[in-house]
């Protein structure tokens, strides 16, 4: 019985896919223009799913954004996915501190449990 109602909730729970490449054409109006690197952010999943998205694993003195048009949130954002299913951020990666490391990468990782890894930019 418990076997078979694991089950039926494993094959309830919806995972998104995120996935990582680099950003082409002209940057979005809420982009930093000293970012060290900017990257598209393709979330794909159930048309009006929401979760989280979060940066982990960015190196001290550098501030990780996901923007879209009109904004850019640090460190993390809320994504409510349309009804194609699919939503884009401009991701970017922005050395502040001078005395930070040369380097960074970072892990997007969503409540549900999908991840993707950027590559280090530098600056």
Excluded: N
Excluded at 18 to 27: A, M
Excluded at 38 to 66: I, N
Excluded at 72 to 95: D, H, N, W
């Amino acid at each position: 019985m418990f076997a078979s109602l694991f089950m039926v909730v494993a094959l309830a729970v919806h995972h998104s896919a995120l996935t990582i490449s680099p950003w082409t054409g002209r940057d979005l109006p809420s982009s930093i223009a000293s970012a060290a690197t900017k990257s598209r952010l393709t979330v794909t999943g159930e048309p009006g799913a929401t979760m989280l998205l979060r940066a982990e694993h960015v190196a001290s003195g550098w501030l990780p954004a996901f923007c879209t048009p009109s904004l850019c949130s640090p460190m993390r954002v809320s994504v409510t996915l349309p009804k194609s299913g699919v939503a884009v951020y401009q991701f970017e990666l922005i050395r502040e501190a001078p005395d930070a490391s040369r380097s960074s990468g970072a892990t997007i990782v969503s409540s549900d449990g999908s991840r993707v890894v950027v590559r280090a930019a530098s600056r």
